[in-house]
């Protein structure tokens, strides 16, 4: 079986299911595993590069409100990776490429692919989708073992912080304007310990005031914007700091999103390890490899007592 994922956490399913020999195609955003590197790009996003986080959600809600898709896709090395199986989102209109485009353009194909579509909104339908595409892809088997490992980390989690103080936890998954972390984000701060005072699991990402976030008196701020690493949200976060600071955290973070938090995968295990440890760093050890900012001196010298 030929597959051609067209979106990131997909693929980084594929190679964790052990099927990275299978698949012959991917997106410009797909950089886990490395392996992925090597295959060709599929996609691109219309969105210039250089933009700053509130010019990035203008231009977003331009091409979106006059009905454009935000990625194009190519469609002849599309048809030249000739594949069996594409596996994409319809989750979120600014992640991917369109669900319904991708349809039409899979209809085209002289391969006539299957297309499946992988959207869930808690963590617990994340692990599922593994199973999913695990028997889509005739390695059912592989799937149930996955999930059932990564289950065992995250009960692993919950069990060395059960008993501890929850502090109240506001997570951002852009700043310009702030969004409250939505989907299984604020399922995976419960699971580390903490107690999600922003976003609503199982729901869409939403946009919050500062005033609104200063109102949950947080304190703890994790900064993970969509799609950015440990030390370019660093960077983004420390743009906001007069207004982070206002919010009364005595301690704010910013995590490696693109790897641990926005992308529905496997990985998203170890967001939930790296929130265990940041809230309770005495029970839960630090993942390794993963990458985070304690931004905490620069932000938060004014703390509430």
Do not use: N
Not at 45 to 69: K, N
Not at 195 to 223: I, Y
Not at 230 to 241: D, I, K, N, V
């Amino acid at each position: 079986m030929r597959i051609a994922s067209l979106v990131p956490s997909a693929t980084e399913s594929l190679f964790a299911l052990g099927l990275g020999e299978r698949v012959v195609a991917v997106t410009h955003e797909c950089d886990h595993p490395a392996e992925a590197l090597q295959l060709p790009r599929l996609t691109r996003s219309v969105i210039p590069p250089g933009l700053a986080p509130d010019e990035i959600d203008a231009t977003v809600r331009e091409v979106t409100g006059r009905g454009d898709p935000l990625y194009e896709l190519d469609e002849p090395k599309l048809a030249a990776a000739a594949p069996d199986l594409i596996v994409t989102q319809a989750l979120c209109a600014v992640c991917a490429v369109s669900y319904d485009d991708v349809k039409t353009v899979a209809a085209r194909l002289p391969s006539r692919p299957a297309v499946i579509s992988l959207d869930p909104h808690t963590l617990t339908e994340v692990l599922d989708d593994l199973v999913r595409l695990a028997e889509a892809t005739g390695v059912r088997d592989r799937g149930t073992h996955l999930r059932d490992e990564l289950r065992t980390r995250l009960d692993d989690v919950r069990d060395a912080v059960a008993g501890a103080p929850r502090p109240r936890v506001a997570t951002l998954e852009w700043l310009a304007p702030p969004y409250a972390g939505g989907h299984w984000v604020p399922e995976m701060v419960e699971l580390a310990g903490g107690r999600s005072v922003a976003g609503e699991p199982g729901r869409d990402s939403r946009t919050v005031t500062w005033e609104e976030l200063m109102t949950a008196e947080p304190d703890v701020v994790v900064a993970m914007p969509c799609g950015l690493y440990a030390e370019e949200a660093a960077q983004q976060t420390l743009t906001y700091r007069g207004e982070l600071e206002a919010l009364g955290a005595g301690t704010v973070y910013a995590v490696d999103a693109a790897s641990s938090f926005s992308r529905p995968g496997p990985r998203l295990t170890e967001g939930v390890e790296l929130l265990g440890h940041l809230l309770h760093p005495h029970r839960v050890p630090a993942p390794e490899g993963l990458s985070f900012r304690d931004l905490s001196p620069e932000i938060c010298s004014g703390v509430r007592g």
